[in-house]
């Protein structure tokens, strides 16, 4: 029997994969499964992906003909899953011996729909301890109760898939997958619908996970339209609270911090190519005025200062349509990570 299913995305990280599967052999167990999916590397990943098929036990590898992203990658491998528990892991990053089975035993003796912890923040030889921000360790919680509130950072703001573990019961419901197609921010959506539709969750301590920032490859280093995909996402975070039976009270939170998003993103819009940059404004303003407008104002009247008269001026601008929703892949669901909760924290 799997016990535990690891999703592991791959795409052009030949430099860095070696590492990732010599942490997943350190954590390699009989009743353990890893999902290698290649989302169509042109590097030598690919390779490296082959070998460790053969000699990785417990590997499972998995091939995108064309590049997906992200999120359907994750997808790919969440359809392949056998295991009791879910977690993840992106293919830059690694971990220490025997994480996964101290995650499975924490979860196993907690019970709950799932679990979220710390993890290690590596740039370059700088290491930091990101902390879940859930006061209450070690205790099942409701996960809706750990939305807000909205004027400071929550448990939905720390939208790591690879810092936690999931239990089946999730996928079976359909609260696993993420929105396909999307590139960047894929987590956000994702993070807000198991607080929102989970019956329980509980944060621990556990360290294990080091999350390696600052790869010249990752779509928070590059300026690209991809990067703009965070306005779909954030749409959907809108979009879906709007209709909770308790959107009064959460939509102020979705609303601060997609605009603590906007902001920090026009704020470091130098880095965007000039097509980009005008596209990041036409479209921002295009969201402000999406948003529920009497929200929109509380919000910008919390905030203050410099970013909330950026917005302002924003919402005035000519706004873009809103950017369609890529098709679904065939046979598959319909609908690297943002800035952190420190940069756009409201």
């Known amino acids: 029997m799997v016990k535990l299913s690891v999703v592991v995305p791959f795409f052009n990280v030949q430099t860095y994969a070696p590492d990732t599967l010599a942490s997943l052999r350190a954590n390699a167990r009989d009743d353990v499964e890893f999902l290698l999916v290649d989302?169509?590397?042109?590097?030598?990943?690919?390779?490296?992906?082959?070998?460790?098929?053969?000699?990785?036990?417990?590997?499972?590898?998995?091939?995108?003909?064309?590049?997906?992203?992200?999120?359907?990658?994750?997808?790919?491998?969440?359809?392949?899953?056998?295991?009791?528990?879910?977690?993840?892991?992106?293919?830059?990053?690694?971990?220490?011996?025997?994480?996964?089975?101290?995650?499975v035993a924490a979860a196993e003796d907690l019970g709950c729909d799932f679990l979220r912890t710390d993890h290690t923040s590596v740039t370059g030889r700088a290491r930091s301890v990101r902390r879940v921000p859930v006061p209450r360790r070690g205790e099942v919680l409701d996960p809706r109760g750990a939305i807000l509130p909205a004027h400071r950072t929550t448990s939905v703001d720390y939208p790591f898939a690879w810092a936690g573990i999931y239990h089946r019961r999730l996928l079976d419901r359909g609260l696993l997958h993420f929105p396909h197609g999307l590139r960047t921010a894929e987590d956000r959506p994702w993070i807000w619908r198991l607080h929102r539709e989970a019956e329980s969750f509980a944060a621990i301590g556990e360290l294990g996970v080091f999350y390696r920032r600052?790869?010249?490859?990752?779509?928070?280093?590059?300026?690209?339209?991809?990067?703009l995909d965070f306005i779909r996402a954030f749409d959907q975070v809108v979009e879906e609270t709007a209709r909770?039976?308790?959107?009064?009270?959460?939509?102020?939170?979705?609303?601060?911090?997609?605009?603590?998003?906007?902001?920090?993103?026009?704020?470091?819009?130098?880095?965007?190519?000039?097509?980009?940059?005008?596209?990041?404004?036409?479209?921002?303003?295009?969201?402000?005025?999406?948003?529920?407008?009497?929200v929109l104002d509380e919000a910008l009247t919390a905030m203050?200062?410099?970013?909330?008269?950026?917005?302002?001026?924003?919402?005035?601008?000519?706004?873009a349509p809103p950017p369609p929703a890529p098709p679904a892949p065939p046979g598959g669901r319909g609908p690297a990570t943002g800035p952190t909760p420190s940069e756009v924290a409201a």
């Open 39 to 103: 989302d169509c590397s042109s590097d030598d990943t690919p390779d490296i992906l082959e070998r460790a098929a053969r000699e990785l036990p417990g590997a499972v590898l998995i091939r995108h003909e064309r590049n997906e992203g992200l999120a359907t990658a994750r997808n790919t491998g969440l359809d392949a899953a056998r295991g009791t528990w879910v977690t993840f892991l992106d293919g830059d990053d690694w971990l220490s011996p025997g994480y996964y089975g101290r995650l």
């Open 244 to 294: 909770d039976e308790d959107a009064d009270r959460f939509l102020p939170k979705a609303v601060r911090t997609y605009c603590a998003v906007i902001a920090h993103h026009v704020g470091s819009i130098e880095k965007f190519e000039p097509e980009v940059a005008r596209q990041l404004k036409a479209m921002s303003a295009g969201a402000l005025r999406r948003m529920p407008q009497d």
């Open 304 to 319: 203050g200062g410099d970013r909330a008269a950026v917005l302002r001026r924003l919402r005035r601008r000519r706004p």
């Open 214 to 227: 600052g790869v010249a490859t990752s779509l928070t280093q590059i300026g690209d339209v991809r990067q």
